[in-house]
């Protein structure tokens, strides 16, 4: 099992990644000596699977535990179902001294983060992921939301969890579909962090389809390692941890267009190869390195299914955009590997372009 501290105020947290772990959750929320009274808030799809391991888990526990099962999907990441948590809390009279657990993917995670950052004006919570992209990125790093209407993740909080636990065995029950997406958070890090990084996942890419243990976790554990440090210098987005959203002004922009037909991680492929595009087209990244990183990410179009994409939409759903300033669209783009441009603008023409050339691309 592999073990990360992430060192924020006012609490630091552990993260732990291993396989066949989820077993371990009582004894460790004992140890860290968190609250007793628990709310698991769990995924219906993966209370469906995994039903009988949970009743394992917590079937003797002591204290109070309450189960609430929600169906979710991206137009539910709503307060419809903010609402279930919380009047879930309020019938049962969890008070303050109360914990709530995050089984799911991001969707569940990023609701749940956010009912305990509001819930009596927050309360402690767990995250324990149970897809690839929950595992790599969205479990790690405190940022909770909810959508409004058609934009994403508009109303939320910066709000740390009180651990993570990330046990790989969920992944067995994850479609192709699903684990792409997880592969298109990998695909930021790659091109993120370094050149060892980026190298290491293009060796190993097919092993990573084929959920090998040792490159799953090692992949888990070292995407962790690096939201972890940009967390811990930028916990609140000011600066640094801007670099985590390379492609995802594009991603989310998608998504909307898309009525959410695309799923997110599918979105972030996508909107990575535009952001590549971008960073040629206004001069900082060169042709070479562009071809080299389209060839990088040319096994994975594939599975980007995009309808045409009405490009002043997209563009008008960008100008929205909570990281915009002073009503500019602000893109975080690539100079290369390792090597992040943060806040760059860029003429409406050359948005465009990018566009209309990944579209090219993933045909
Ligand atoms: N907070 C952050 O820092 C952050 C970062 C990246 C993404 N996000 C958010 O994460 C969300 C996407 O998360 P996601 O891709 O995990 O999607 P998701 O939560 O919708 O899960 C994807 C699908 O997989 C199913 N599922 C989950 N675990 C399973 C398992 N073990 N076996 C079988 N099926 C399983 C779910 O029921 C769902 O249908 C988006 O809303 C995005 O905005 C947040």
Not at 121 to 146: C, E, H
Not at 177 to 197: N, P, S
Not at 273 to 289: M, R, W
């Amino acid at each position: 099992m592999k073990k990360i501290k992430v060192n924020v105020e006012p609490e630091s947290y552990e993260i732990f990644i291993g396989n066949g772990i989820f077993k371990n959750i009582s004894i460790e929320i004992k140890k860290r000596k968190l609250f007793r009274s628990i709310l698991i808030v769990i995924d219906k799809n993966v209370y469906d699977i995994y039903k009988k391991e949970i009743v394992t888990v917590f079937g003797n526990y002591n204290y109070k535990l309450e189960i609430l099962v929600l169906e979710i999907d991206e137009k539910r990441k709503s307060f419809e179902s903010l609402d279930k948590i919380y009047s879930k809390l309020i019938e049962n009279k969890y008070g303050r001294d109360s914990l709530i657990i995050a089984i799911g993917g991001g969707i569940i995670g990023d609701i749940v983060g956010y009912a305990a950052a509001t819930y009596m004006r927050g309360i402690q919570y767990v995250q324990i992921p149970t897809t690839l992209l929950a595992m790599v990125d969205s479990s790690v790093g405190g940022k909770t939301a909810v959508n409004f209407g058609e934009t994403k993740n508009v109303i939320g909080a910066f709000y740390q969890p009180r651990l993570v636990l990330i046990d790989t065995d969920f992944l067995k029950t994850l479609s192709t579909d699903e684990l792409v997406c997880g592969i298109g958070e990998i695909v930021k890090y790659a091109f993120i962090t370094d050149e060892q990084y980026y190298n290491y996942f293009k060796r190993n890419i097919d092993r990573l389809f084929g959920l090998d243990e040792k490159v799953i976790t090692k992949i888990i554990y070292q995407s962790v390692l690096f939201k972890a440090g940009v967390v811990e210098a930028d916990e609140k987005e000011t600066g640094i941890r801007k670099i985590l959203n390379f492609g995802h002004t594009f991603a989310h922009a998608f998504e909307v267009e898309q009525n959410h037909r695309i799923k997110h991680g599918q979105a972030v492929i996508a909107g990575i190869i535009c952001a590549l595009y971008l960073s040629e087209g206004i001069g900082i990244l060169d042709n070479i390195k562009l071809n080299e990183y389209l060839k990088f990410i040319y096994p994975m179009k594939k599975y980007i299914n995009i309808e045409e994409p009405d490009t002043k939409k997209l563009l008008d759903i960008m100008s929205r955009d909570k990281k915009n300033k002073d009503g500019k669209i602000k893109f975080v783009l690539l100079n290369g590997v390792g090597n992040i441009a943060i806040d760059i603008e860029a003429e409406r023409i050359q948005v465009e372009k990018a566009i209309n050339k990944m579209k090219k691309f993933v045909e």
